[in-house]
C-alpha cells in the first residue's frame, strides 16, 4: 500500500451512490486523524470496480457498507469509534459491536456501516477476541493482505479512498465462505461474481498481451482465462499463512464441491452447473500455478 496519486478514479457517467458519497466523506478525516489506515471492503468495493469503473453489471444489491480498519490497539479502535459517533452522524449498535448506524435527516437516509478492526488487536491465528467479554470471536485472516493490495480510488473531488482489490476482495471472500458457508450461500455468490468478472474488469488487454499462452490452452475462453489470473494474483498477494489457508481449502475435495454447489445454489442459470465447474477449476489452478 502506498499514497501514490489514485489508481482509479470514477467517472462522471457512473457516479457513486450519493449516500456512500456521505458515510466515506464524514469517515475519512476522522480515520486520518486518528491515524487509522483503512480500506472498503464487501460488496461497495465490488461495485466500486466493476460497476462504477469498468462498468459492468450491478451484483448483489447492498445497503451497508464494511471497511476495514488497522488499528494498534483495542483503545485506539475505541477511540475512532467514539470520535464517529461524536459528529452526530452515527450511531454505535448496542449487540454488533463492529456496527455503527450513518444517518443523514435532511437526506432522509440512513445506511449500516461496519468496522471490522485488525493488525494489533488480532491473534496469530488471525482471529479477535471482542472486549470486554472476549467471547466473541471474528476471521480477519487476509485483511492485512487486502490494505496491502488495496488501490486508491478518487470517488469525486477531494476524496480519495483506499478500496480492495479484486484479488484482495477475493482472498477475504474465501476466508468468509470456510467460516459461514453452512449459513448462506451469499459469500460463494459473490465469489462466482468476481470469477466470472475478472478479465472484464481491465484484465482483457493484459490477457492478450501477456497471457497468450493462458488463453490458448484454454481454448480463447477469455472468461476461464480471467478466472485462472486471478487465482494467480490471489496467491501474489498472499502472505504465506493466509496462503497455506486457500491452498489448504481448494486442495479439500469436499471443501471444494461444496464451494461449487453453493455457487451453482446461487446461481441464477442453475442448469450451467458444468460452466460453474470450469470456472472454479481455472481459478483453483491459478492459486496453485507456482507450486
Known amino acids: 500500500m502506498n499514497d501514490e496519486s489514485p489508481q482509479h478514479s470514477i467517472p462522471p457517467s457512473s457516479p457513486v451512490d450519493p449516500a456512500m458519497v456521505r458515510v466515506l466523506r464524514s469517515l475519512d478525516p476522522i480515520a486520518r486523524a486518528a491515524d487509522c489506515h ?42 475512532l469509534k467514539g470520535a464517529l459517533v461524536a459528529t452526530g452522524d452515527f450511531e454505535a449498535d448496542r449487540r454488533m459491536l463492529q456496527r455503527l448506524t450513518y444517518s443523514d435527516q435532511d437526506a432522509g437516509f440512513s445506511m449500516l456501516v461496519d468496522l471490522i478492526p485488525f493488525r494489533g488487536v488480532a491473534s496469530a491465528d488471525g482471529t479477535i477476541k471482542w472486549p470486554p467479554s472476549r467471547d466473541i470471536v471474528m476471521n480477519v485472516a487476509g485483511f492485512e493482505e487486502a490494505l496491502a493490495s488495496s488501490v486508491s480510488m478518487e470517488i469525486e473531488e477531494n476524496l480519495t479512498v483506499r478500496v480492495a482489490s479484486l484479488p484482495g476482495l477475493t482472498l477475504l471472500k474465501l476466508v468468509a465462505w470456510a467460516d459461514r458457508g453452512r449459513e448462506t450461500n451469499k459469500d460463494a455468490a459473490d465469489l462466482h461474481r468476481l470469477l466470472t468478472s475478472y478479465a472484464d474488469a481491465g484484465n482483457t488487454d493484459r490477457i492478450y498481451d501477456h497471457e497468450m499462452d493462458l488463453l490458448e490452452a484454454l481454448g480463447f475462453d477469455m472468461e476461464l482465462a480471467g478466472a485462472e489470473l486471478l487465482g494467480r494474483d490471489v496467491a501474489s498477494v498472499c502472505a504465506p499463512g493466509s496462503l497455506d489457508q486457500i491452498r489448504s481449502l481448494i486442495k479439500s475435495e469436499g471443501q471444494l464441491e461444496r464451494l461449487t454447489n453453493h455457487m451453482i445454489q446461487s446461481s441464477a442459470y442453475p442448469e450451467a452447473a458444468a460452466a460453474v465447474a470450469r470456472i472454479v477449476n481455472a481459478f483453483c489452478r491459478g492459486v496453485l500455478h507456482d507450486l
Open 38 to 79: 483503512y480500506f472498503v471492503a464487501g460488496a461497495t468495493a465490488r461495485d466500486l470496480i466493476l460497476v462504477n469503473v469498468h462498468g459492468l453489471r450491478p451484483g448483489r444489491a447492498t445497503r451497508d457498507i464494511d471497511f476495514g480498519i488497522a488499528v494498534e490497539s483495542w483503545d485506539q479502535f475505541a477511540r
